[in-house]
């Protein structure tokens, strides 16, 4: 191994050598290294240098954690020189699964040199401030940006993710923090360049470590099929740290936010498999797959009754929904209309219904999606008691339950109208039921720090024009009959 130092590593690993594993050799390469280590000041640059050592080791393939942990790590250990002392805080500093730091603490009593950088990476790391910056429809790129403080350092991540393909990162910057402003500045800059639409929105740290380690694993999970010749291009000489070493480093410092309440991102092959599992698995009064999708009323069957309709927001609380008078007969692609105009969103994301007959929203192949504008209400929730779910910014995920609760004559109403619900329902762009959550405490609390930003962000010259608990059903029916005008 060779030019192992803060910046990129050259990858002498056995799928691009084309040579078995080595361990032993690359202990002597790692000494090698090693003694320029002893004197780095950084200890970032210490921490870049064991990332391209596991980064590396990552993309050789299985076998290479198990070497690390029960042939390098006490080989390094056994030479017992500086350089070895340096190696293994390195990778202690990176790698918490290894035997480095134990290593380490048994050869530190024997009066070797320790590195200059090893004061700063005893410091804790603290947590700074994460962002997530991404276009309105939620299905093309995003960015995370990260800062971490270390002995009054900061470190900042910039996390390019593509969220059309599973919310894999495509790219990592590693930035000095004082730089923050001017990163988002650029991002913003380069958005209007591309007449690209960005919402920005603050994030928890345990949230910022659930988003980018999907990302990273996401990545992984994609890179598990690089071929020789792809690995090797991942380690060309440069000037900068490549992506799978600056990736290793990022789940390092990840590691210090508190942990997320929610499990790990689950890793589909592609969204046809995420929409189909729902579908099949937790659509309520689910049918069995393949059933037809029943006939449209025909005009011999006389005018459409009404559905009395309850929708729900999911994972609200207090509750968020709508009672809602809509015609049977109405399309899928109008009641979409009529679900943005109750809850006030903006209808700048995807959507989708989920049925018994399948998913259907603006027809899409790859995601499963059958044309929604085709299809009415009462072919796919037939009566009291239908069910169904509407799912609207695949992002935030903002899922609605659907239940027919009455099926009632048609009168002399103007329809659709509402005739009841609760609170009003969260912005567009808020970051999910999570961000909603934290957005509430925060405007609620005039001390807190991102208290302005978010008054900002929403349009409010007070904090009290927020008003959460707010509903008022007739105003809902006035603006349905504006966009409905019969």
Known sequence: MRQVQAGPVTCDCPDCSGEQLQPLALVADLLDDGGPLLDIEEAVEAELFAAGLLAMGDLAGAGFAEAVAAVIVPELERTATPAALAVLHAIALVDDGTAAAGAAARLEPAGLRAPRWLAEARMPVMPGVYRRFAEPSGQASSVLLGTFERAGRIDGFAVNIDDSDCHAAVDIVLFPGEALEQVVATIEDNAREHGLPITGAHLDPAEFRWQAERALSARAAHDADLGPDEIAAEYEDGD???????????????????????????????????????????????????????????????????????????????????????????????????????????????????????????????????????????????????????????????????????????????????????????????????????????????????????????????????????????????????????
């Open 240 to 486: 900068e740290p490549g992506y799978h070493q600056l990736a290793v480093l990022l789940r390092a410092r990840v590691h210090v936010l508190p942990e997320p309440s929610r499990p790990p991102a689950e890793h589909l092959d592609d969204e046809i498999e995420l929409f189909t599992r729902i579908a099949t698995e937790t659509s309520p009064r689910r049918r069995a797959p393949g059933a037809k999708l029943p006939a449209k009323r025909k005009k011999s069957d006389g005018p459409a009754p009404v559905f009395q309709l309850k929708v729900g927001l999911r994972d609200a609380k207090p509750p968020i929904w709508r009672r809602l008078e809509v015609p049977a007969d109405t399309g899928l692609a109008d009641l979409h209309t009529i679900i943005q105009v109750a809850f006030d969103w903006d209808d700048s994301h995807l959507h989708a219904f989920e049925t018994g007959y399948g998913t259907f929203g603006v027809a899409d192949p790859e995601l499963g999606h059958q044309a929604e504008r085709t299809v009415t209400l009462e072919q796919v929730a037939a009566g009291a008691g239908g069910r169904i779910r509407y799912t609207y910014d695949f992002g935030d995920g903002w899922g609605h339950d659907i239940l027919v609760e009455k099926v009632l004559e048609r009168g002399s109403e103007a329809y659709p109208r509402c005739t009841g619900g609760r609170r009003a329902a969260p912005p567009d762009d808020c970051g999910g039921m999570w961000g909603y959550q934290r957005l509430v405490e925060i405007l609620g609390d005039p001390a807190h720090p991102e208290h302005a930003e978010l008054r900002e962000w929403l349009g409010l010259d007070d904090a009290d024009e927020f008003q959460p608990a707010r509903f008022d059903a007739a105003e809902v029916s006035r603006a349905l009959a504006a966009r409905f005008k019969r």
